[in-house]
């Protein structure tokens, strides 16, 4: 036994270590969790047998349990009552998800396409590597069909898809802004020559003032203010509702652990709503390598298409930059699909999304250069120079289909889009600092407060009926707002 645990530290000890170091070091280690002696297994294999106490045992054991932590599981099943299906892709309903795990494994560093788990972070260098054999085994294609494919269809791919990102992200805009105009309209009349004309673009084509436009009437109505209440609340009810709809349940096993035995708590199951808030910080999460199936999905796309529409066309105090943002980045994420060497390799993918993030941007602000800055500073985790390139194609490409729509009708890509014509003078710098100033404390203020109200909903029952607080909110802003003309009417006719 002695020549066998020589020859097992001959075998294993670092280069420069002499035999007798790293057999003292093997013996030491084996002698710090139990004893050792010749005898073999009860199987009648020849491997040795470690004799250990009941004590040493337990904390052995203890010790090469693995520490449990918060699991988190996307169910596939969508609630039962929901309008929209989930639409997700054949190659993620095989009936072997279960063994993903070893499949991933086993294809490891061959170029076939691992399956992430939800809420999980890819490996970035497994990616690469299916890349390079992607590549290799592209290079292996010979004669004209290889040139063509190594030259000239597999670099253009990349073009290819942030073009097309940005014309959809040009149409979705467009789509966006004038629809939101006409809804805003409802809230006051209609047009009588158009019905699909927002009060704006009604009063342009009238020779008079706004000749077509027709106010609901007062008289028929009891009051204006009633119906410019309940139309806006409508909208925002419908929204909640179609976000509350389309939630993803969420399966969260709580495990604990004390010192002698470890203790399981029943799961619980909570409801994450994709279709919420802005989406920016978990676009930047996902660009970062995390893992969210469904987020950036068609599901989601039109549920946060449809409730952007309602829910800046009722008139409370909320924007669509923001959620241009996710829109963008999921017509990134689903325009993959066209082309394997991106829609199988999810870090390949994300420079598709990166590219998406900044058209987003771009048709929000009508700035395609600050869609870039915007991508490259604040949302992108990995983003090379063709990455940069290709995103400033992108958000140029969506700046002009947007202009080319011509949502408002003014020929403008934004509604508060201005020229200048003269340079500052230096005694109005002073009043850019005190701009600035105010700007700064209303900022920490604002988000003082979005944190104190957070907490408020957390700890009452305000955060267990989330469609009863959007109502009460929407029925008290457009009440103060109805009577400021300025608040009252859309934000195209300002």
């Keep these: ?111 076939i396409r691992a399956w992430y788990s939800s809420y999980t972070t890819i490996d970035w260098l497994h990616d690469d590597i299916r890349e390079q ?26 073009w290819l898809l942030v073009v097309l990102v940005g014309i959809l992200c040009g149409l979705f805009a467009g789509f966006i802004s004038e629809w939101t105009e006409l809804l805003a309209g409802w809230k006051t009349g209609y047009c009588r020559a158009d019905w699909r004309l927002s009060k704006a673009a009604c009063c342009r084509e009238s020779a008079l003032e706004c000749e077509f436009w027709h106010a609901w009437e007062p008289q028929a109505l009891h009051s204006s203010v009633a119906v410019f209440v309940a139309v806006g609340t409508a909208y925002t009810l419908l929204a909640a509702i179609l976000v509350v709809r389309s939630a993803t349940r969420i399966t969260v096993s709580n495990r604990g652990v004390s010192s002698s035995v470890e203790t399981s708590v029943s799961p619980t199951v909570k409801m994450a709503y994709y279709g919420a808030g802005s989406g ?114 992108c958000a140029l490409v969506a700046a002009l289909v947007l202009k080319a729509y011509n949502p408002f009708g003014s020929g403008k890509l934004v509604l508060f889009q201005t020229t ?23 900022g920490a203020l604002f988000c003082r407060l979005n944190m104190a109200v957070n907490r408020l909903r957390k700890n009452t029952l305000i955060g267990r009926y989330p469609i009863s607080e959007v109502a009460a909110i929407t029925v008290a802003t457009l009440a103060v707002s109805y009577y400021n003309p300025f608040t009252r009417i859309g934000l195209g006719e300002l």
């Design 1 to 111: 036994m002695e020549d066998d645990a020589s020859s097992s530290a001959q075998a294993t000890r670092p280069p420069g270590a002499s035999p007798s170091v790293a057999a003292g070091k093997w013996r030491r280690s084996v002698a710090a969790v139990g004893t050792f002696d010749g005898s073999s297994e009860d199987d009648g294999s020849s491997r040795p047998r470690l004799n250990r106490s009941r004590s040493q045992h337990d904390t052995v054991k203890r010790e090469s349990r693995p520490i449990p932590f918060p699991m988190l599981r996307a169910e596939d099943e969508a609630p039962t009552t929901w309008l929209i299906p989930r639409v997700r892709s054949a190659l993620y309903d095989s009936e072997n998800l279960m063994n993903a795990a070893h499949i991933g494994r086993k294809n490891k560093g061959k170029g």
């Design 133 to 158: 054999a992607r590549l290799r085994a592209l290079r292996a294609v010979g004669g004209t069909r290889g040139w063509w494919l190594n030259h000239v269809w597999d670099p253009i791919q990349g």
């Design 280 to 393: 920016i910080p978990e676009v930047k999460s996902i660009l970062a390598g995390f893992v969210i199936h469904g987020f950036l999905g068609v599901r989601i796309l039109i549920v946060k298409t449809l409730g952007l529409i309602l829910c800046c066309a009722s008139g409370i105090m909320a924007g669509k930059e923001g959620p241009m943002v996710q829109i963008a980045s999921s017509l990134g994420n689903i325009s993959t699909r066209i082309f394997d060497k991106y829609y199988k390799n999810e870090a390949k993918k994300r420079e598709i999304i990166s590219a998406a993030a900044a058209a987003g941007v771009s048709v929000a602000f009508g700035a395609p250069i600050g869609g870039v800055l915007f991508s490259l500073e604040e949302v992108s985790y990995f983003f090379p120079n063709k990455t940069m390139l290709r995103s400033l194609t």
């Design 420 to 442: 200048y014509d003269m340079d500052y003078h230096w005694f109005e710098m002073l009043a850019f600092v005190i701009i600035g100033i105010f700007g700064g404390l209303y």
